[in-house]
């Protein structure tokens, strides 16, 4: 590495591949330039006396080394549907788990990475829409779904959470097709893990012909896994389904991607007779481990976008001190993560402790007139933590956070008091995903 050289000719100590790291001032870390190659001596070594190395003038031809895949960006949208408004449809306690874990694994990987769970059918079209807005050629995009799905005409369909049984209609349901033309058009290469069972039910309603859709694209940059075959189950624990768990374990060593689906068979009969079926093909020695670079002829600006979409959508908002009405001596202090994407884990305590005379609710009615579903709250050491859901994507305004603040004196008497805060972080911003 040579800091500061930004010049025609490079002064470097000796022959060989250089790489150019240019470092940005916001916080999508570094790209990489085509290798540099140092080729021709144009001046004659030089002594220097201070250090006692030789210094070259030489000449850089860019190049990129034959046979290395790489990838402009890696990107991935996660889906988990586990939690089903239709009561006939069972929820899935697991889905959950196999979001955090690939989110996790993926991250490692150097994917930037969405995760949602629990998605309407228009959501999850908007999610679709969102992550394929910014996709360009040689971008690595991988779409995983985790959740109910069957399959009905050479299709598997992932059901929606607001999918209606008795009968379960495809046009109701988004079909593997549907995220296969999505990604291709793009000129991306894709990838897609459809963790589903694909058993087909005779009283689901098939597509009609401007709902079925069909794989019409013809590239070799696009492959689908499946959990299992047509007509079989997909299973799962209570620490995960199975297919997501040998993924993960396949995922951490350099497995080429069209060898993907071989090794997570191999990975699963270790632990049931469940097998993954694949469609489609990426040629090559691709895997999911591969560097990230960045061409000359890139579109820079729709990358940067994609990048700004994808902080964008982690971010969550800063801590903040509220303070009590009519208690000057105490504020609540409110601090936040994210579960996922679209889930909000808010904690607040008040501070000094007051132990057990001190109450914080949430007022969930006001909460769900902005769209939103606020869970139990859970109270621990004096912190009061809740989970804002289902964070929607047509939000259009900063979205409020209300509570109430009880307060129990010595003398038996109650100070209620309503305390809001508006998060204005980008977090709620209605473009994020």
Same mark, same amino acid.
């Given at each position: 590495?040579?800091?500061?050289? *930004?010049?025609?000719?490079?002064?470097?100590?000796?022959?060989?591949?250089?790489?150019?790291?240019?470092?940005?001032?916001?916080?999508?870390?570094?790209?990489?330039?085509?290798?540099?190659?140092?080729?021709?001596?144009?001046?004659?070594?030089? +002594?220097?006396?201070?250090?006692?190395?030789?210094?070259?003038?030489?000449?850089?031809? @860019?190049?990129?080394?034959?046979?290395?895949?790489?990838?402009?960006?890696?990107?991935?949208?996660?889906?988990?549907?586990?939690?089903?408004?239709?009561?006939?449809?069972?929820?899935?306690?697991?889905?959950?788990?196999?979001?955090?874990?690939?989110?996790?694994?993926?991250?490692?990987?150097?994917?930037?990475? /969405?995760?949602?769970?629990?998605?309407?059918?228009?959501?999850?079209?908007?999610?679709?829409?969102?992550?394929?807005?910014?996709?360009?050629?040689? !971008?690595?995009?991988?779409?995983?779904?985790?959740?109910?799905?069957?399959?009905?005409?050479?299709?598997?369909?992932?059901?929606?959470?607001?999918?209606?049984?008795?009968?379960?209609?495809?046009?109701?349901?988004?079909? =593997?097709?549907?995220?296969?033309?999505? /990604?291709?058009?793009?000129?991306?290469?894709?990838?897609?893990?459809?963790?589903?069972?694909?058993? $087909?039910?005779?009283?689901?309603?098939?597509?009609?012909?401007?709902?079925?859709?069909?794989?019409?694209?013809? =590239?070799?940059?696009?492959?689908?896994?499946?959990?299992?075959?047509?007509?079989?189950?997909?299973?799962?624990?209570?620490?995960?389904?199975?297919?997501? #768990?040998?993924?993960? +374990?396949?995922?951490?060593?350099?497995? #080429?991607?069209?060898?993907?689906?071989?090794?997570?068979?191999?990975?699963?009969?270790?632990?049931?007779?469940?097998?993954?079926?694949?469609?489609?093909?990426?040629?090559?020695?691709?895997?999911?481990?591969?560097?990230?670079?960045?061409? %000359?002829?890139?579109?820079?600006?729709?990358?940067?976008?994609?990048?700004?979409?994808? &902080?964008?959508? *982690? $971010?969550?908002?800063?801590?903040? =001190? %509220?303070?009590?009405?009519?208690?000057?001596?105490?504020?609540?202090?409110? $601090?936040?993560?994210?579960?996922?994407?679209?889930? %909000?884990?808010?904690?607040?305590?008040?501070?000094?402790?007051?132990?057990?005379?001190?109450?914080?609710?949430?007022?969930?009615? @006001?909460?769900?007139? +902005?769209?939103?579903?606020?869970? =139990?709250?859970?109270? &621990?050491?004096?912190?009061?933590?809740?989970?804002? +859901? &289902?964070?929607? @994507?047509?939000?259009?305004?900063?979205?409020?956070?209300?509570?109430?603040?009880? !307060?129990?004196?010595?003398?038996?008497?109650?100070?209620?008091?309503?305390?809001?805060?508006?998060? #204005?972080?980008?977090? !709620?911003?209605?473009?994020?995903?």
């Amino acid at each position: 590495m040579l800091p500061g050289e *930004n010049k025609e000719h490079l002064h470097t100590v000796g022959f060989g591949p250089y790489y150019c790291v240019v470092k940005t001032k916001n916080a999508y870390g570094c790209a990489l330039s085509y290798i540099a190659r140092v080729s021709e001596c144009i001046g004659k070594p030089i +002594q220097n006396s201070t250090e006692g190395v030789h210094v070259l003038e030489a000449e850089r031809s @860019f190049m990129l080394k034959e046979g290395v895949p790489f990838a402009q960006e890696k990107v991935a949208l996660l889906i988990g549907n586990g939690h089903y408004m239709c009561k006939d449809i069972e929820t899935l306690k697991a889905v959950e788990s196999d979001i955090r874990n690939l989110h996790t694994t993926l991250t490692a990987l150097e994917f930037k990475v /969405i995760s949602l769970v629990n998605l309407k059918y228009d959501e999850m079209i908007k999610a679709l829409d969102q992550f394929c807005m910014h996709l360009q050629s040689g !971008v690595y995009a991988l779409f995983y779904y985790s959740g109910h799905g069957f399959s009905c005409n050479n299709a598997t369909y992932l059901i929606p959470i607001d999918a209606k049984n008795n009968p379960l209609k495809c046009c109701d349901c988004i079909s =593997s097709h549907t995220i296969e033309n999505h /990604i291709k058009g793009t000129g991306a290469i894709g990838i897609a893990l459809l963790d589903c069972c694909k058993v $087909s039910d005779k009283s689901t309603l098939p597509p009609s012909s401007s709902d079925a859709g069909s794989s019409t694209v013809n =590239s070799s940059t696009y492959i689908e896994i499946s959990a299992c075959n047509d007509g079989f189950r997909a299973f799962a624990d209570e620490n995960g389904s199975m297919f997501n #768990k040998a993924l993960v +374990q396949c995922l951490k060593n350099k497995v #080429k991607v069209h060898d993907l689906d071989h090794m997570i068979a191999k990975e699963m009969r270790l632990q049931c007779s469940q097998r993954p079926h694949r469609t489609g093909t990426i040629h090559g020695d691709m895997t999911l481990h591969d560097p990230i670079m960045r061409l %000359l002829d890139s579109d820079t600006e729709k990358i940067d976008l994609l990048l700004q979409q994808y &902080s964008k959508a *982690n $971010s969550v908002p800063d801590p903040v =001190s %509220l303070n009590i009405e009519g208690e000057p001596y105490l504020q609540l202090v409110l $601090s936040f993560s994210a579960e996922f994407c679209n889930v %909000l884990k808010v904690k607040a305590k008040i501070l000094p402790l007051a132990g057990k005379n001190i109450s914080v609710v949430v007022d969930k009615e @006001f909460m769900k007139s +902005q769209g939103v579903d606020v869970s =139990s709250d859970q109270v &621990s050491d004096g912190t009061f933590s809740f989970k804002i +859901q &289902s964070i929607p @994507f047509n939000l259009q305004l900063p979205l409020k956070l209300c509570m109430t603040v009880t !307060v129990k004196r010595s003398d038996g008497q109650e100070n209620v008091v309503n305390c809001v805060h508006q998060l #204005k972080e980008k977090f !709620v911003d209605s473009s994020l995903i």
